[in-house]
RNA sequence: GGAGUGGUAGUUCAGUUGGUUAGAACGCCGGCCUGUCAAGCCGGAGGCCGCGGGUUCAAGUCCCGUCCGCUCCGCCA
């Protein structure tokens, strides 16, 4: 009979500890490598909680060790002995390295091919196998160490808004209609109604604000939510979302709850004491101070707007033109440092500046103090700045001796784009990135709407639902560019975690917004009836938001890819190497939903 | 849709101005070995150089195309 029949597992293979010298043991797990020294024979067995030295002996086990003397790497096995000290010869690398197990009986359960790749942190090998191989992947400690974490935090969530907050976890449809705001929706073709679809959730938005009208006053899901566009290192087209709302709240309580889940959460997953309340930051302000609306605050750097001060004042070429455009120009000082080179100013910066449309960096070094007791410069922008001017210059933007400045003139949003990402080359550059530090702050007071130029109307900011301010409700028939939304961001070092606002419980604001997004009477009926009908039964105010889990998983294990959090990740191309997915269907299948292959 | 980058034994890589039989390390297989833990020693096997064209006396190397991974721009209310 196996010795999974006879012998339960006692123990994991990473929990046995010297307290254990003594214990009969039955344990399981894979063979991690195996050292076979013509008599005895080790065998570091694994599982995901760690590695365990199994010590085989011709005598008195003769059985076992012959055994022993077959098995091969990544192979199952079965062992039970005894928990015996290892003197001497303990492995201080290891948690189990006082022990090992002497062992009595051996079993093979199953044995393996040749792993692709070995089983072994650090290693690094193509992205491509391990993704055919994934589940090889996950045997791998510092991958499945991340899915330990996942699940533990799920359930800390849990617990957190549930018990502690008066949350229900309540369910959404994954089956919905489709909308065209927004993201690139996945369809799924009705059977039953031909040309009909179904749309996957982009998030499930409007059907979390029904529950509030339901009265199920707080509401939360780990929802899994879809979107159809191209990947990026931090974006997948399934994702996962802790969505969360609220009734008869206000923007400071809901982001309050957030607040004690963040820090329950860095407690337990980190150790780390997140100092409450969060940093506020409003958009205008991260515009402008460091050209994004999820600035990392691990490190200062801000940029200056210097646009009034130049405009009109300078000769440098470049500058005149962009002002005489209509553009803005924005400087973004550095300390002395000689970790930033000529090579930087020259190559490195223009090129990380490049995709966002700016022309290049203009530069000035900041040299000793000249005759008249002013700094001197260096650069392409020196010649063209007068003493007087640059005297100003050097106090406004703090500069010293050996400092540098580097500047981008362009339209608002390429000089921002760029700068922000210049500040967060030279941020790592100079070393300000610490992986240890925690800097979260909530962005608010985010515009309602932005002008989309190619389709010559506004668009939602955030979203339709969200509501603007209550003292700005009269700018919807004047000005609605001018006017602010209840919504917020929760950010931590420069990643966008979630973010969420108030909605609107109002038919007639309801009405406004979309009537300011371009969407007529009909066809907001069309697209939301059902959700414009809801709001007129006795709407709660309401409000929430929605978390990146994944993000915040990220974040938590140190990955620098979504796909170290998600066991089963896509690839760039959204497809799945080890399953092949997605793949083609029989035609039976097209007919029966009523398509047919579009001839290419 | 666009830009960049990579693809050579199972794996990670090297491979010169195009020039003998494409190498190394690790892994794998066999043998030896009773305290290893990156075990050690001896021996061995293992290659559609991503794929398809082209240039050339000769292509892993040069040119064109294409497929795949990754990073980024666009896109992601």
Not at 242 to 260: N, R, Y
Request: charged share 25%; with cysteine.
């Amino acid at each position: 009979m196996s010795l999974l029949h006879s012998n339960k597992r006692t123990h994991r293979c990473g929990e046995l500890r010297a307290t254990d010298i003594g214990t009969p043991v039955a344990v399981y797990g894979w063979v991690q490598s195996y050292r076979d020294h013509g008599g005895v024979v080790f065998i570091d067995l694994r599982d995901r909680t760690g590695l365990l030295q199994l010590r085989c002996e011709p005598t008195p086990h003769a059985a076992a060790h012959a055994i022993a003397n077959t098995v091969r790497v990544e192979w199952v096995v079965a062992a039970i002995g005894t928990v015996i000290s290892r003197g001497n010869n303990a492995n201080p690398k290891l948690p189990t390295g006082t022990v090992e197990v002497a062992v009595e009986a051996l079993e093979v359960l199953s044995e393996a091919l040749t792993p692709p790749f070995e089983i072994k942190d650090g290693l690094e090998t193509n992205e491509n196998l391990r993704l055919q191989h994934r589940y090889l992947d996950l045997r791998r400690p510092e991958l499945s160490r991340n899915f330990v974490l996942r699940s533990e935090a799920m359930q800390w969530t849990r617990q957190y808004f549930t018990a502690e907050h008066g949350f229900l976890e309540l369910e959404t449809p994954i089956l919905m209609k489709s909308t065209p705001e927004g993201a690139r929706d996945y369809l799924v073709p009705s059977r039953v109604h031909p040309s009909s679809f179904y749309a996957l959730p982009q998030s499930p938005q409007t059907f979390k604000q029904l529950f509030m009208v339901s009265g199920m006053d707080r509401y939360l899901q780990i929802c899994r939510c879809f979107r159809d566009e191209d990947l990026r290192a931090d974006r997948q087209p399934e994702f996962t979302q802790l969505d969360l709302e609220m009734s008869f709240v206000t923007q400071e309580d809901i982001e309050a709850v957030l607040e004690g889940w963040v820090a329950l959460i860095w407690q337990r997953a980190l150790g780390v004491e997140v100092k409450l309340p969060l940093r506020r930051m409003t958009y205008a302000d991260a515009m402008d101070q460091y050209g994004c609306d999820k600035p990392d605050l691990r490190f200062g750097l801000p940029l200056h707007d210097l646009t009034a001060r130049l405009r009109g004042r300078v000769e440098f070429r470049v500058f005149v033109d962009v002002f005489d455009a209509g553009g803005i120009v924005k400087a973004l000082p550095l300390p002395p440092s000689d970790l930033i080179t000529r090579k930087d100013l020259d190559k490195t910066f223009p090129a990380e500046a490049a995709p966002f449309g700016a022309k290049g960096v203009a530069w000035a070094r900041v040299g000793a103090a000249g005759p008249g007791g002013v700094l001197e410069w260096s650069g392409p922008v020196a010649k063209g700045v007068s003493e007087a001017l640059r005297a100003e210059l050097n106090e406004v933007l703090g500069l010293v001796e050996g400092g540098l400045v580097l500047f981008v003139a362009d339209k608002p949003a390429v000089v921002n784009a760029s700068l922000a990402r210049l500040r967060l080359v030279c941020g790592e550059r100079l070393g300000k990135m610490d992986p240890k530090a925690w800097s979260f702050l909530w962005v608010t007071d985010f515009p309602m709407f932005e002008w989309d130029e190619g389709a010559k109307r506004w668009g939602a900011m955030h979203h339709p639902f969200t509501s603007p301010r209550a003292d700005h409700i009269g700018l919807l028939d004047t000005d609605p560019g001018a006017i602010l939304a209840q919504a917020y961001d929760l950010v931590c070092n420069g990643t966008e975690l979630g973010g969420g606002s108030i909605r609107i419980h109002r038919t007639d604001v309801q009405a406004k917004v979309f009537r300011t997004l371009g969407l007529s009477d009909e066809e907001a009926r069309e697209k939301f009836g059902f959700f414009l009908d809801a709001l007129q039964y006795g709407t709660p105010p309401h409000g929430g938001l929605a978390i990146g889990f994944d993000r915040l998983l990220m974040l938590l294990c140190g990955a620098h890819s979504l796909r170290d959090v998600i066991a089963f990740p896509k690839t760039q191309k959204a497809t799945c190497l080890m399953s092949e997915s997605p793949n083609t269907v029989d035609e039976r299948q097209w007919a029966e939903l009523h398509i047919a292959p579009r001839r290419v």
